[in-house]
């Protein structure tokens, strides 16, 4: 179809680096990474020659930050890049998973992750990882240490090649809300943002048991990543779909039962645009943009890549909300809104935000505690993204044509 060649003959115009290499290893550059810190704080630093997925964990005995990146050549960073403030030691090379580079910070005192950017610079390609560590208590760090699931969690036997990518695989990015010092909704010492990284975890389990879907997450710990940094991640995964996961309280009123909403300049109620703007407010308080570098023809270029992409994201939301109906979950009174979530504004690959329920006063936190209706939203959403990917790439062979 000649418009759709048109638009990614645009995009890769707009962005040629980013279009070119993607898909090729990654490479630490020395210009522009640094380790730097003391008691209070310690900051990492890492410029790569383009964006690729990145998860952030901790380690006891010794207490170790991890970091693993999808294929990254460390080489040409610095001897002297081994250590700073509290962290005495520096490791870098191949994690036990092909395809995986991992960097691990030996810590000489409790520090945890507070920030896990990626920014990425349109022009060039390039990226910029930013890690702060702020001092935390033994008991705290021991309790939130441990190697998440889905990677081997042995360190550095080095792994020389990454296996081939089968195009095939369906990638799904999984994003758990908030995070470290943005918790979401509180309600009855429950926070949003441990109980939405629960069930990310399960329910990353609960696809990848079908063989069929790849799942990567925005953030696998309780962490503060920048809603940019999210949707950069998902690019970088080269995700077909992105889901964002999350269980608000609204201010005013009650709500019970899953929302799903898709992206829209105009919110479809005032509930949804106070929704939007609450989960903007933390990036806003980290001081990150969220205005971007658009300029007019990057945004002519967005709208047009819209108009594929805003269609097959609402497609996916109507299949979810009828997944979570059939099941027999509650659903809200208005199950299918729109509003400007900054999360959903990536322009290449469909997406949704799905507010599994709300923790506010007569909302769904007891359901949220339940592993088996958790069980039942996991197999409803898991269901919805197996059949809206077969009827897509119906679409798309009709689409081409
Ligand atoms: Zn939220």
């Known amino acids: 179809m000649l418009r759709a060649a048109l638009i990614i003959a645009l995009l890769c115009f707009g962005a040629p680096s980013v279009a070119q290499t993607l ?12 380790l730097t810190g003391n ?21 006891v005995e010794p207490m170790r930050v991890v970091i693993d ?6 080489s040409a960073l610095p001897e002297d890049f081994n250590g700073a403030g509290v962290v005495s030691d520096v490791a870098m090379g191949g994690a036990s998973s092909p395809g995986w580079s991992r960097m691990v910070l030996t810590l000489s005192e409790p520090m945890s992750p507070r920030i896990a950017a990626m920014e990425v610079d349109n022009i060039t390609g390039g990226a910029l990882v930013t890690l702060t560590l702020a001092p935390t208590d033994l008991e705290t760090f021991t309790a939130a240490a441990g190697p998440p699931p ?23 990015m999984i994003d758990p809300g908030h995070g470290g010092v943005d918790p979401g909704a509180l309600h009855n010492g429950f926070s949003e943002a441990d109980l939405i990284l629960t069930f990310a975890r399960e329910l ?25 940094t999210r949707v950069t991640l998902a690019r970088a995964a080269e995700a077909d779909l992105f889901i964002s996961l999350h269980a608000d309280a ?5 709500a019970q039962g899953a929302t799903v909403y ?43 890549a819209r108009i594929e992409t805003a269609p097959r994201s609402r497609a996916f939301a109507d299949i979810l909300v009828q997944a979570i109906e059939t099941t027999g979950l509650d659903l809200h009174a208005h ?7 900054s999360v959903l504004k990536a322009a290449d690959f469909p997406a949704v935000l799905l507010e599994i329920g709300f923790l506010s006063e007569g909302g769904d936190l007891e359901n949220i505690q339940d592993p088996r209706w958790r069980a039942h939203m996991q197999a409803a959403i898991t269901g919805a993204v197996i059949a809206w990917s077969q009827a897509d790439a119906a679409a798309e062979g009709l689409r081409r044509q």
């Not at 990146?69 to 460390?74: A, G, I, S």
């Not at 990848?208 to 503060?224: L, N, P, Q």
Request: proline share 6%.
């Open 69 to 74: 990146f999808r294929q990254v050549d460390f």
């Open 262 to 304: 898709t992206l829209s300049d105009e919110a479809s109620d005032a509930a949804t645009a106070a929704l939007a703007e609450q989960h903007d407010r933390a990036d806003l308080l980290q001081g990150v943009d969220l205005s971007g570098t658009d300029d007019e023809v990057a945004a002519v270029l967005i709208d047009l």
């Open 23 to 34: 898909g090729a290893s990654a490479r630490a550059l020395p210009d522009g990474s640094s």
């Open 150 to 172: 889905g990677l081997d969690a042995v360190l550095l036997p080095v792994v020389a090649e990454a296996p081939p990518r089968n195009d095939d695989t369906f990638v799904v």
């Open 335 to 341: 199950p299918r809104s729109e509003g400007a979530f």
């Open 204 to 228: 990353r389990e609960v696809m990848r048991r079908t063989g069929r879907i790849e799942v990567v997450m925005t953030r696998d710990a309780d962490i503060f990543v920048p809603l940019p």
């Open 39 to 59: 008691s209070r704080e310690t900051t990492l630093e890492l410029a790569l020659s383009q964006a690729v997925p990145f998860r952030v964990f901790t380690l």
């Open 250 to 254: 609204l201010a005013e009123g009650r």
